[in-house]
């Protein structure tokens, strides 16, 4: 470590950064990140993949003054994505996407009912799918 503090006694002691970031930004980064890990944990649990967290911490001098330091941080949360369910379409003739294969013969006289049934249009008999 080259950069230390020296205590009354001569040894050098290095400030644990759990200290430090308790005070970035007034504390509000220390909040954030834990937010974060926790958010990230549970949708990991939720969807099974991975995602990240990326903490960046910039320090430069500021100007006129190399003793005081401006510091600022970022806080850059990748949460895993939960799948998508993909969708079947067919193109029409011209492009267009349907959901109904223009190869497929249409039956005009029979529609599906609630309960796997068909009913007839122009009877009104109806018919178990099978």
Known sequence: MTDTTTEGDGDAHVRPFADWLREQAGGKSHDELSDAVYDLVQRVKDTGKKGSLVYTINIGPMKGDKD?????????LK??????KASLFYTDKVGNLTRTDPNQLVFESLREVEGGQLVDV?????????
């Open 68 to 76: 005081v330091l401006m510091i600022d941080d970022q806080i850059k």
């Open 79 to 84: 949460l895993p994505e939960h799948d998508r």
């Open 122 to 130: 122009q009877t009104g008999e109806l018919r178990e799918v099978t």
